[in-house]
């Protein structure tokens, strides 16, 4: 299985500030990757497809980047709502698998 | 629009089999190229992604627990349907279902799809008791 491993576990910033979350994968994966946003008690939410393609309805101050093992989300000016637990997943194979998740907590 | 939703029970017994259905709009499974997902997340811990089936009916399981899973669909219902095996405390998590989605990338003679999950359901949460 590709492990996917992300750093920080948790991260404390706030409002307006520019955070990136980075995503190793254990082995490449081209740039199959998708990053997600939860919320608690609430499902995860595409943000970036294809490593660094913005989903639709997603605000653009989210962007995505990387290819082969090493990939990073990158929020450009945090927003009150963006304070969520965000994963990233590689689709290259089977078993599909996620990070263990970064927490975006205010500071 | 496309939506999902999960039903089934919220608490089974160890060892019994959990079954649980994911009925959904928006798009058929009839269609080339659909899929739809389980995924779970047990309580405050990562997700963990558990199976698909696609359009064809190919299925691919997480081999941990293939032994356990199987996943089938009932195109005429909108449906696709999860079921574990010998359950255990362990897997109890909030299972959701999800719309895969696809990037294809251009080979000399074929191509190759990689697939996403873009819609997912709001999730059911299963405990694992006696």
């Known amino acids: 299985d590709i492990q996917m491993t992300q750093s920080p576990s948790t991260l404390s910033a706030s409002v307006g500030d520019r955070v990136t979350v980075t995503c190793r994968a254990s082995q490449s994966i081209s740039s199959w990757l998708a990053w997600y946003q939860q919320k608690p008690g609430k499902p995860p939410k595409l943000l970036i497809y294809?490593?660094?393609s913005l989903e639709s309805g997603v605000p653009s101050r989210f962007s995505g980047s990387g290819s082969g093992t090493e990939f990073t989300l990158t929020i450009s000016s945090l927003q009150p709502d963006d304070f969520a637990t965000y994963y990233c997943q590689q689709y290259n194979s089977y078993p599909y698998t996620f990070g263990q998740g970064t927490k975006l907590e205010i500071k | 629009q496309i939506t999902l939703k999960e039903s089934g029970p919220t608490l089974v017994k160890p060892t019994q089999t959990l079954t649980l259905t994911c009925t959904f709009s928006g798009f058929s499974l009839s269609t080339s190229g659909v899929g739809v997902g389980w995924i779970r997340q047990p309580p405050g811990k990562a997700l963990e992604w558990l199976a698909l089936i696609y359009w064809d009916d190919d299925k691919r399981y997480s081999p941990s627990l293939k032994s356990r899973l199987t996943i089938t669909k009932d195109t005429s219902k909108n449906q696709v349907v999860l079921t574990m095996t010998n359950m255990d405390p362990v897997d109890t998590a909030t299972y959701y279902c999800?719309?895969?989605?696809?990037?294809?990338?251009?080979?000399?003679?074929?191509?190759?799809?990689?697939?996403?999950?873009?819609?997912w359901g709001k999730g059911t949460t299963v405990t694992v008791s006696s």
């Open positions: 294809k490593a660094s």
């Open positions: 999800a719309h895969a989605n696809y990037d294809i990338l251009t080979g000399y003679y074929t191509n190759y799809y990689y697939y996403y999950m873009d819609v």
